[in-house]
């Protein structure tokens, strides 16, 4: 970043009022690795420090010194309702009465996990766990067990939570295993993952043709919503469900964003492809910790203790969590909802283009729904390579001076945005206004 780029930078940022989220940061750097317990949320891709949020309600948060944003961050996706929904609220209020935990099975996780099956054919069978990133670890030890291979592949991007085996970078060559891309991740786990560029069935092909016997699952993000957004080619999926098919492997589809979000059967009602396991999370713990992975009863009743397969968690299924994502799953599965968030999202999508044209600003977009990205880059994106070319020093500065006009967008170019049920027409229209004069000094 240039020096004059980022002195401006910082006189936007020190503009919103902010002293008391800096003292509360600094304090928190005292007990806290880097002050936040998710490392994204530390402003470190865009700058200057993290916002300490006090309150939320419907499409609104507020912050330690008073200031109001309109939120499209969604906690990274699950507050599709808008915050402190009232009927989630009370029903939280109402099982806490109950106690919080038992450690026992409960009616209510029969009923969520009844809710999930429902809602996503290929999951006969759902386990409850308490993050996405164990729904995907689990799911991945159940393929390795279900198919006896050791081997997975990703996609370049694709974020699956931080199980050893996902915190590699490509190897040298693409058809070569991962390498660690974290330190404490040891090489063994690393050296069992290859990567191959998203939407580039070729290289998967030729991976699959010269590893297939050592291939437990391929696992895909079905919309890619950690590069920004990035969409599947036409048949991408359904050539990789055919490609895995054909020599036993198993399609592992990383729910986890667009489960819910992108309607209520996910990614893979819109592409109408089957996946053999689904990882969620987020939007079903409608705020509160709760994960899943499911698939077909064959492949899942071999699961602790039904089969050999391990995996537990204390707080699996806990009655509060299961609770908000039942009320929420109930909001949701409402006639017209998608209709209502996909009509928000366009006009937000719309209205920022409209923006970056009239400034003459490169801007690239992508929706599905009320799952949207937008790159500074004049694309297509289509991949992580061309996801980072987009002008990242410019995103913070869109960032930072949305921020001071009172709407608040992810803290990272690579993330996404969300609107939610409790967005009105018109707050996506102050959005817009902001973002008509942010486009011009950017
Ligand atoms: P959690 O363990 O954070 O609940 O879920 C991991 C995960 C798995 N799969 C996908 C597709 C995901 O996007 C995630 C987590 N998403 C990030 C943001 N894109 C969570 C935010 C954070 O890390 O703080």
Avoid at 21 to 37: D, E, H, W
Avoid at 205 to 217: G, N
Avoid at 316 to 340: D, F, H, M
């Amino acid at each position: 970043m240039g020096g004059s780029r980022k002195s401006e930078l910082k006189k936007e940022i020190e503009i919103v009022k902010r002293a008391t989220s800096n003292k509360l940061f600094r304090q928190a750097q005292r007990y806290i690795p880097g002050g936040v317990n998710s490392p994204v949320r530390a402003f470190r891709s865009v700058g200057g420090n993290p916002l300490f949020i006090t309150r939320a309600r419907g499409a609104r948060l507020t912050d330690a010194d008073g200031n109001v944003y309109l939120d499209y961050v969604a906690s990274w996706g699950p507050m599709i309702l808008g915050h402190a929904h009232p009927v989630v609220t009370r029903a939280i209020q109402q099982a806490a009465r109950h106690g919080t935990s038992y450690g026992a099975p409960t009616e209510r996780e029969v009923t969520l996990a009844r809710m999930i099956c429902d809602a996503f054919p290929s999951i006969e069978k759902v386990r409850l766990v308490s993050s996405g990133t164990e729904a995907v670890m689990s799911a991945v030890r159940v393929a390795r067990g279900f198919t006896k291979r050791d081997a997975i592949l990703k996609f370049e991007g694709c974020y699956h939570g931080h199980a050893d085996h996902f915190l590699v970078k490509a190897g040298s060559g693409a058809a070569t295993l991962g390498l660690p891309d974290s330190p404490g991740v040891p090489k063994a786990a690393a050296g069992q993952t290859l990567t191959a560029a998203y939407n580039d069935i070729a290289a998967v092909r030729s991976m699959v043709r010269k590893h297939w016997r050592k291939l437990a699952c391929i696992i895909v993000e079905p919309i890619a919503g950690n590069m920004g957004v990035v969409l599947p080619h036409e048949d991408f999926l359904r050539q990789l469900r055919t490609l895995t098919r054909q020599h036993g492997i198993l399609l592992i589809f990383d729910e986890v964003i667009s489960g819910f979000r992108v309607t209520y059967g996910g990614a893979q009602t819109v592409y109408d492809v089957t996946p053999d396991l689904t990882c969620l999370g987020k939007i079903i713990g409608g705020g509160l910790p709760v994960g899943a992975y499911g698939g077909s009863q064959a492949i899942m009743d071999l699961v602790a203790p039904a089969g050999p397969v391990y995996q537990a968690g204390t707080l699996s299924g806990n009655p509060l969590a299961v609770t908000a994502g039942i009320e929420t799953l109930k909001q949701l599965r409402k006639s017209g909802v998608y209709e209502k968030l996909a009509r928000r999202s366009t006009q937000l999508g719309e209205g920022l283009a409209k923006a970056a044209r009239h400034a003459g600003i490169p801007f690239y977009q992508t929706r599905v729904g009320s799952l949207m990205g937008g790159f500074f880059t004049d694309g297509p994106v289509v991949n992580y390579v061309s996801a980072k070319q987009s002008d990242t020093t410019r995103y913070a500065k869109f960032f930072h001076h949305m921020l001071k006009r009172g709407s608040y967008f992810a803290p990272s170019q690579f993330e996404a945005a969300f609107v939610s049920t409790a967005h009105t027409a018109a707050d996506v229209d102050r959005t817009v206004e902001a973002a008509h004069e942010v486009f011009r000094r950017l």
